[in-house]
């Protein structure tokens, strides 16, 4: 009985542990590698190495609507880092950050004002970083006027939403 207790005491140590004879995959450059202190899952996340595994880690982290199981810390804070990795690495590819958008969303509703066919202003994001959302019921060749593409180099697009009524 004392052996099989050993044992499975051993097996659990183990279980808990990096088997330092596995073979490590090296994905390359990456925002979160395996031994980063926030990775629950001691894998890579979020490979660089290309500027097209850049865009993709943009596009993939802007998808999550929460902290995904292997990370250790907020949505936000993963967000950031993968946007900070990728300006860094790639300054050809723009990316937005939330601060950005919440000065543009403040400038857009003061100039804007409040016009009928406002439905409101939000901040958004996408795989090109955060943005300011325009809700409004329909789209007219009036609102795409009044309407900039961009505020202080941040996209503003439009959605609509149809008739909001309280419930």
């Known amino acids: 009985m004392t052996n099989l207790l050993k044992a499975a005491t051993l097996f659990a140590k183990l279980a808990g542990e990096k088997d330092p004879k596995a ?19 001691n894998k890579d996340h979020f490979p660089t190495t290309s500027e097209s595994q850049a865009r993709n880690a943009l596009a993939r982290a802007s998808q999550y609507s929460k902290v995904p199981p292997w990370y250790s810390g907020t949505l936000q804070s993963l967000v950031s880092a993968v946007q900070r990795k990728v300006r860094s690495k790639y300054k050809g590819i723009e990316v937005t ?18 016009p009928k066919w406002l439905r409101g202003i939000g901040v958004g994001l996408d795989d090109t970083g955060y943005f300011v959302k325009i809700n409004v019921n329909t789209i007219t060749s009036e609102i795409r006027n009044a309407v900039p593409r961009q505020v202080n180099q941040v996209s503003v697009k439009l959605d609509a939403v149809g008739e909001i009524v309280a419930q």
């Open 97 to 114: 950050d939330f601060k950005q958008a919440l000065i543009a969303k403040t400038h857009l509703r003061s100039s804007l004002g409040r």
């Open 23 to 41: 073979k490590v995959r090296n994905r390359g450059d990456c925002v979160f590698p395996a031994e980063h202190p926030k990775v629950k899952d």
